[in-house]
C-alpha cells in the first residue's frame, strides 16, 4: 500500500523522535500482517513483479483507531437530549437495553455498529453489551464476521437498576464464565468482565467479578470509574468503608492489569497512582464528559503519574463515533483545563496509546513488522473547507491538527482490517 504514512514507535510525549513519518511511503502487508513499512524509494524495488499495488498517495495512512470505551447497545440512543449521567440512564439508556433481550434486534444493532466502526476508521474497540447474554453473542459475531479486534462482556447488574435488567450475583458469574469460555481469545475476540459500576451490582456480586478476573489471567475487566459528582456522593454513602471510589473496585479484587476505567474525572492522586501500581487503565472519553456535563479530564496528571490512558467515544453518552471528533473535543476539554493536546500526542492517543492502554501494544497500534496489519487511509482533501485549509499547511503536524479538528468519517477513504478493505 502505497501513500504518506505516519505512525508512531512510542509516545511522543516521552520522545519526539516517536513520530515515524514516510512522505511517500509503503506498507507491505503479507497474511494479514505487517511485513514491512518504509520509504516507497527503497522497497518498491524489492517488490517481485506482479505485487498487488494499493496508490493512496495524496492520503495518508495511519494504523487503525482504537476506541477504548463504547457501548454498542447505545447506537440508537446517541444525541438524547436534556440529562446528566444518573437521569440518562433511568429515561434513555435502560429502556434502549431492554430490547438487547431480543437476539434478533442485537444482531442487526451489533452488524450496523461494527459497519459504522469501520466507517470511522476505528479496528479496535472496548464495547459494553447488555447484561443479556445474547447480546456478547451478537457482538461477537459481528466482529468475528469482520475480522475486528473486539473486547466485549455481559453486563453485570444486580440491584439500583429496573428489574428488567437484571442478573444476580451468581447467574451473573456462570453466564460470564461460559461466555469467556466461548469467546475469549476466540480469532481477535477478547472477553472482558463488566461490572456496569459500583453502584448497580451488590458487594457479592462486585467480589464474584473479582474473582472470575482473578481466575482468568489474560481477560480484561471494564467498568465506570468517578463520572459524575453526583454518582461520586452515591458510592461513597453505599461503600463508608472506602477510602475513595476506586477503592471498592480495589477491595473487589477488580483493579490490575487489563482492568480498564472509563471516564475517571473525580479522582485524587492516591487514586491515580493505586491505578498506576496496579497496571489499570483510564478511558479518556472528551465527547461524553462535555455532552452529560460531567466534568473535566486531568490527562496532565494521568501522565505525571504514570497510568495507562486510552481515548474512547462512549457512545451513546458520547457524541460521536469518529476518534478524529474525539480528538477534536480532547483538545478542547484539556484546553479548558490549562493543557494542551498536540496533533501527534492526540493521534498517538487514538492508536499506540490506546493499544498501550489495552496491553495490546504487541499486536496492534503501529506497523513495526509482524503486528496486524489494520489500518486507516485518510483523505486530506474530503471536503472543500479541508482541502482549502490543509493546502495552506506547511509542517506535518499542522496538517495533522487540521484533520484532528476538522475531520471525521467523510476523511476516512478506506479502512484496512488484517490488511483486507472492509
Ligand atoms: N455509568 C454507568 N453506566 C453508564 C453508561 O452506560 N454510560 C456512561 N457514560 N456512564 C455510565
Ligand atoms: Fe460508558
Not at 513499512?37 to 493512496?56: E, F, I, Q, R, Y
Not at 434478533?104 to 479496528?123: I, K, M, Q, S
Not at 496496579?278 to 479518556?284: C, N, Q, T
Request: proline fraction near 5%; charged fraction near 20%.
Amino acid at each position: 500500500v502505497r501513500g504518506e504514512i505516519v505512525h508512531f514507535l512510542a509516545d511522543p510525549a516521552a520522545d519526539p523522535r516517536a513520530l515515524e513519518h514516510f512522505a511517500d511511503g509503503v506498507l507491505i502487508v503479507r497474511d494479514g500482517h505487517v511485513a514491512e513499512c518504509g520509504p516507497a524509494a527503497a522497497l518498491l524495488a524489492k517488490l517481485p513483479s506482479g505485487t498487488p499495488l494499493a496508490d493512496h498517495r495524496g492520503r495518508l495512512i495511519l494504523p487503525g483507531f482504537v476506541d477504548t470505551h463504547v457501548h454498542y447497545p447505545q447506537t440508537d440512543i446517541i444525541a438524547s437530549h436534556g440529562e446528566q449521567l444518573l437521569e440518562w440512564l433511568e429515561n434513555y439508556t435502560f429502556p434502549a437495553e431492554r430490547r438487547f433481550a431480543d437476539p434478533a434486534h442485537a444482531a442487526e444493532v451489533a452488524g450496523f455498529f461494527c459497519d459504522e466502526l469501520l466507517r470511522n476508521g476505528t479496528t479496535t474497540a472496548a464495547a459494553f453489551a447488555t447484561v443479556h447474554p445474547a447480546s456478547v453473542e451478537a457482538l461477537f459475531a459481528a466482529a468475528q464476521a469482520r475480522r475486528m479486534r473486539l473486547i466485549t462482556g455481559k453486563v453485570l447488574m444486580d440491584r439500583n437498576c429496573p428489574e428488567f435488567l437484571r442478573d444476580t450475583a451468581e447467574t451473573g458469574y456462570a453466564e460470564s464464565r461460559a461466555l469467556i469460555e466461548r469467546w475469549h481469545n476466540r480469532d481477535r475476540l477478547l472477553y472482558a468482565i463488566t461490572p456496569r459500576f459500583a453502584p448497580t451490582s451488590t458487594p457479592a456480586q462486585m467480589a464474584l467479578a473479582g474473582r472470575l478476573f482473578r481466575e482468568h489471567p489474560g481477560v480484561f475487566l471494564q467498568s465506570h470509574l468517578a463520572e459524575n459528582r453526583a454518582e461520586v456522593d452515591w458510592v461513597a454513602r453505599l461503600h463508608p468503608e472506602a477510602r475513595s471510589y476506586l477503592d471498592v473496585y480495589e477491595r473487589a479484587g477488580q483493579l490490575g492489569m487489563r482492568a480498564l476505567f472509563a471516564h475517571c474525572l473525580w479522582l485524587d492522586d492516591t487514586d491515580r497512582r493505586r491505578m498506576a501500581e496496579r497496571g489499570a487503565a483510564m478511558s479518556f472519553c472528551p465527547t461524553s464528559n462535555l455532552f452529560l456535563g460531567s466534568g473535566l479530564f486531568d490527562l496532565r496528571r494521568a501522565r505525571a503519574l504514570g497510568v495507562r490512558v486510552g481515548l474512547g467515544t462512549d457512545v451513546g453518552g458520547g457524541t460521536s463515533l469518529s476518534m478524529l471528533q474525539t480528538l477534536n473535543e480532547a483538545y478542547k476539554v484539556l484546553q479548558l483545563g490549562g493543557q494542551s493536546l498536540s496533533a501527534a500526542s492526540g493521534f498517538h492517543l487514538a492508536t499506540l496509546g490506546g493499544a498501550h492502554s489495552l496491553y495490546l501494544d504487541d499486536r496492534i497500534g503501529n506497523f513495526a513488522p509482524g503486528k496486524e496489519a489494520d489500518f486507516v487511509v485518510l483523505d486530506p482533501r474530503a471536503t472543500p473547507l479541508l482541502a482549502r485549509r490543509s493546502a495552506g499547511c506547511t509542517t506535518l503536524e499542522e496538517r495533522l491538527f487540521v484533520l484532528m479538528m476538522l475531520g471525521d468519517d467523510r476523511v476516512v477513504a478506506a479502512t484496512h482490517v488484517m490488511g483486507v478493505p472492509m
